[in-house]
């Protein structure tokens, strides 16, 4: 993780192109899925709550079916059971990156990371980190060319907006991902 996560192309050759790689990548995943979706089902046991639950499934799932589309048309099937294994594991350096850039705001200036500013520095970064991965990993991990990793996220930007368009058309007074992870901030916030 740590020498894709730098720009080390021999990074990928560590994960394994199986499929038993791909399902232990996806599985801390599907772990959170289930914990969040048995909170989000517990604070709101309705309909509306199963609605957000397999939401949330199809934001895990969509990246992985768009990325197997393009590389079926780019004829690079055999590389992406070790891409997507590359690409789930590599993910969660986003959360380490803006675990750091946090520490580093707090010890600057405390009120900077309380205030919007810097929640915007902080969102802005881990987008900006996670946008970057996500193109280098295809790119090392397809052995894609510069530009057809940036179409390959653009499409998973791409139909991620459109699942949020259409839960949005489908249920306009829902915010699908904010509320499935709500229950989980609302734990956090809790006093123990």
């Given at each position: 993780?740590?020498?894709?996560?730098?720009?080390?192309?021999?990074?990928?050759?560590?994960?394994?192109?199986?499929?038993?790689?791909?399902?232990?990548?996806?599985?801390?995943?599907?772990?959170?899925?289930?914990?969040?979706?048995?909170?989000?089902?517990?604070?709101?046991p309705q309909a509306i709550s199963g609605?957000?639950?397999?939401?949330?499934?199809?934001?895990?799932?969509?990246?992985?079916?768009?990325?197997?589309?393009?590389?079926?048309?780019?004829?690079?099937?055999?590389?992406?059971?070790?891409?997507?294994?590359?690409?789930?594991?590599?993910?969660?350096?986003?959360?380490?990156?803006?675990?750091?850039?946090?520490?580093?705001?707090?010890?600057?200036?405390?009120?900077?990371?309380?205030?919007?500013?810097?929640?915007?520095?902080?969102?802005?970064?881990?987008?900006?980190?996670?946008?970057?991965?996500?193109?280098?990993?295809?790119?090392?991990?397809?052995?894609l060319r510069r530009g057809q990793a940036v179409v390959?996220?653009?499409?998973?930007?791409?139909?991620?907006?459109?699942?949020?368009?259409?839960?949005?058309?489908?249920?306009?007074?829902?915010?699908?991902?904010?509320?499935?992870?709500?229950?989980?901030?609302?734990?956090?916030?809790?006093?123990?």
């Amino acid at each position: 993780m740590m020498l894709l996560g730098r720009g080390r192309a021999e990074g990928i050759a560590c994960f394994g192109n199986t499929r038993d790689s791909v399902l232990a990548a996806l599985a801390p995943r599907l772990a959170m899925w289930l914990v969040l979706g048995g909170l989000t089902l517990g604070a709101a046991p309705q309909a509306i709550s199963g609605v957000k639950v397999l939401f949330a499934l199809c934001l895990i799932l969509l990246p992985a079916v768009v990325t197997n589309a393009l590389a079926r048309h780019w004829k690079r099937e055999g590389l992406w059971m070790r891409y997507i294994t590359a690409t789930w594991w590599t993910d969660w350096l986003t959360l380490f990156v803006g675990l750091v850039v946090a520490l580093l705001m707090a010890l600057a200036s405390p009120r900077l990371l309380q205030s919007a500013t810097g929640a915007g520095i902080l969102n802005g970064v881990e987008f900006g980190y996670s946008l970057w991965l996500t193109w280098y990993v295809a790119r090392v991990g397809l052995l894609l060319r510069r530009g057809q990793a940036v179409v390959l996220v653009l499409a998973i930007l791409g139909s991620l907006g459109l699942l949020v368009a259409a839960t949005g058309l489908l249920s306009p007074h829902q915010r699908a991902w904010h509320d499935f992870l709500y229950p989980l901030m609302i734990q956090q916030a809790q006093p123990h």
